[in-house]
């Protein structure tokens, strides 16, 4: 009878699935059919959770890699009582809270934002990596397990690669991850793609590996408990499964197993929609049904599960009360409070790289952010996040003690893990590499923005002045990219990014104070190789940078109404000062300088303060190491900006500022253009 009722779950979700995608004539009905039978004895029978308190910071987490059988996802929810039938109806409508690739919604039960492949099952083994830093400094008591749900398309994409590489060598044995092989993809059969070995491949990773019929109960029940069992490697399940498991022609014969199950609507395939719930027990004409022996079913898990977390939530009681100290620093990392930091007694050398102001910071907040984690991309010792590592140690098999992942040279894997950690809770992640390999994270960045997660991106060798390395590794278009998310805005109506290009090395510990202090985004650092000159300073040159705060701010006046504003970020505002020099001197012009980290932050401001730092009716001139485009909103109307608007060259960085016109007299020379 339990196994009976157990497939009758399963067939409960396989229609919920199929009719949500036959109401919007819209998604992918094949694979959240096939895949019913995973999610629906992981939910009912291990996943560890308590119904009535869906953040408790000790559950378990499922991260969903295939995001397009959200369906599947939305369907278990439903058996769970997470979504109403309503809402499952109104699949992918404007206002649902079932859209067409799940958005992270803990309260539901959505640990994860998914949609580009591959991001997902990386998300949930930075999680992974979170929990066991967490566990090394609090105990098992914290510890819990990491599920994910990855299919074909997952393994093929590139991440894949890095994030099990990462798993691997780190044992992560709190990680079971299902990898739903149905050997179909959404235009064509996977043996069309590939026949690589997966389970070999896996395996030389160091996985513990099975591979089981995927829409076996007892196979998968038995599968997951030897996965369980083991802790110290990640575990993978392949579970062979059929893609549209239960689907029927109109005939009443088996339509399984076929690609275009994988994205259409039944109604839209040979299939027939009327057929298949009737096979499956439901009613094609009201198919948004639970059924009555299952939603008893599902009450009864769902009464354990609540006692379960209950017992579990007693003994870590008693573990806070013989633990204060621990207990009460675990609650303030899980709520995201910082711990006090004065900021204005960093030490920072006269006249720096920006890069090397950064590592400065990271050195500082090395054991006073305890629940900081740093990565880099196989540049520590040139991203300079080595200032951090010397005060810590990497992370290592069984070992995560210290505070450091050595993520090799994997950026998107990289940037994709830090978000899980974020995902998960109690951690800062930080991770680092140079500036033109940005371009590889940019997926990453884009859901991390969309799910509003703080991570810290420290960016390197911010321009051509790379120079020698030459011109793959110069960013020119880069900065212009991060801008446009930072204009981009959230779901909360903020700015997706907090992209900082600080000027100086002192500007460069602001721009830090406000990554780290901010929670509604993830933030981007852009920092320079060479050595900038310190921008003027009336008396505390720390002070005076404090303004940044404000996303643009007044590094030197003049008397009265300027004749011209000069505008830049980062390395350029060093060579605006140099100018304005000659221009006051030798011209007679009042000019006025302003730095501007953050073009996204200074339009929050008040537009009094906007006007009174950038007025409207001064010609203002942009200087830029990118695109043009990447000052424009800045300047206005009334200006012009100098920017590059080609790739760079190999060369000494002070020859190319030459031949690119990034000097004093070039900022002099185009000042007296723009003035006439």
């Not at 096939?34 to 560890?48: C, N, P, V």
């Not at 540049?379 to 300079?384: A, F, G, I, P």
């Not at 509003?452 to 110069?474: C, L, M, N, S, Y």
Request: net charge negative; hydrophobic share 40%.
């Amino acid at each position: 009878m339990a196994n009976n009722l157990s497939l009758r779950a399963a067939d409960n979700i396989r229609i919920l699935s199929a009719a949500m995608v036959e109401k919007a004539q819209s998604g992918h009905p094949g694979g959240p059919m096939g895949g019913a039978d995973f999610t629906h004895i992981l939910y009912s029978e291990f996943l560890e959770y308590d119904p009535s308190d869906m953040h408790w910071p000790l559950r378990d987490r499922f991260f969903l890699d295939a995001g397009h059988m959200s369906a599947m996802l939305y369907g278990q929810q439903a058996l769970l009582g997470n979504f109403t039938l309503e809402e499952i109806s109104n699949f992918r409508q404007w206002g649902s809270p079932t859209p067409g690739h799940p958005e992270v919604d803990v309260e539901r039960g959505i640990e994860n934002t998914s949609g580009p492949l591959g991001l997902g099952h990386a998300f949930g083994i930075g999680a992974a990596i979170a929990e066991r830093f967490l566990a090394q400094r609090f105990g098992e008591e914290v510890a819990h397990k990491t599920y994910i749900y990855i299919s074909d398309g997952g393994v093929q994409e590139e991440i894949s690669q890095g994030a099990g590489r990462i798993a691997g060598f780190l044992g992560l044995g709190n990680i079971v991850m299902f990898y739903d092989a149905n050997d179909i993809q959404l235009s064509t059969e996977v043996d069309a793609v590939t026949n690589e070995d997966t389970a070999k491949k896996y395996e030389s990773w160091h996985w513990h590996v099975q591979t089981v019929v995927g829409n076996d109960h007892d196979a998968l029940r038995a599968a997951i408990k030897a996965a369980i069992a083991e802790t110290d490697r990640p575990s993978l399940i392949i579970g062979k499964t059929i893609m549209g498991k239960g689907v029927k022609k109109e005939d009443g014969s088996a339509f399984e197993g076929e690609v275009e199950l994988h994205g259409k609507p039944l109604g839209q395939s040979k299939a027939s929609f009327t057929k298949t719930i009737e096979g499956l027990g439901g009613d094609p004409n009201n198919p948004f049904q639970i059924f009555p022996d299952v939603a008893e079913y599902y009450a009864g898990i769902l009464d354990q599960k609540r006692k379960a977390a209950a017992e579990r939530k007693a003994k870590f009681a008693s573990w806070e009360q013989a633990n204060p100290a621990q207990a009460a620093k675990l609650s303030t990392w899980l709520s995201g409070k910082l711990p006090e930091i004065n900021w204005g007694e960093i030490a920072q050398k006269e006249n720096d790289a920006t890069r090397n102001a950064s590592g400065n910071v990271l050195a500082y907040l090395a054991g006073k952010v305890e629940n900081l984690i740093v990565a880099s991309a196989d540049l520590s010792n040139s991203d300079k996040t080595d200032s951090f590592l010397k005060k810590t140690t990497a992370f290592t098999k069984g070992d995560f003690s210290g505070s450091f992942l050595q993520a090799g040279v994997a950026e998107l894997t990289m940037a994709a893990l830090s978000i899980g950690m974020s995902l998960h809770g109690g951690v800062i992640p930080v991770c680092a590499t140079f500036f033109a390999f940005s371009d590889y994270m940019k997926p990453a960045i884009r859901v991390a923005a969309l799910m509003e997660k703080q991570v810290i991106f420290v960016w390197t060798h911010d321009a051509f002045r790379v120079g020698e390395d030459g011109p793959t590794h110069q960013p020119i278009e880069q900065e212009a990219q991060l801008r446009l998310l930072e204009q981009l805005k959230n779901h909360s109506g903020k700015n997706g990014v907090l992209a900082l290009r600080p000027a100086d090395s002192h500007e460069t510990t602001i721009c830090w104070k406000l990554a780290l202090e901010n929670q509604d985004s993830p933030s981007g650092l852009i920092l320079s190789r060479q050595n900038i000159n310190d921008l003027p300073a009336a008396s505390s040159r720390f002070a005076e940078a404090s303004q940044a705060e404000r996303g643009a701010y007044i590094v030197q006046n003049c008397a009265g109404t300027p004749d011209v504003i000069l505008v830049a970020n980062g390395s350029e505002v060093a060579t605006l000062v140099a100018g304005a020099k000659i221009l006051s001197e030798e011209k007679g012009l009042k000019v006025r300088i302003v730095s501007a980290p953050s073009e996204g932050l200074f339009r929050t401001q008040t537009v009094d303060y906007q006007e009174t730092v950038l007025p409207s009716n001064v010609p203002t001139f942009g200087l830029t190491a990118g695109l043009p485009v990447t000052l424009r909103g800045l300047v206005g109307t009334r200006g012009k900006v100098w920017g590059l608007s080609h790739f760079g060259y190999s060369a000494p960085y002070k020859v190319l500022d030459e031949k690119f016109g990034f000097t004093a007299d070039n900022v002099v020379a185009q000042v007296v253009s723009l003035l006439g």
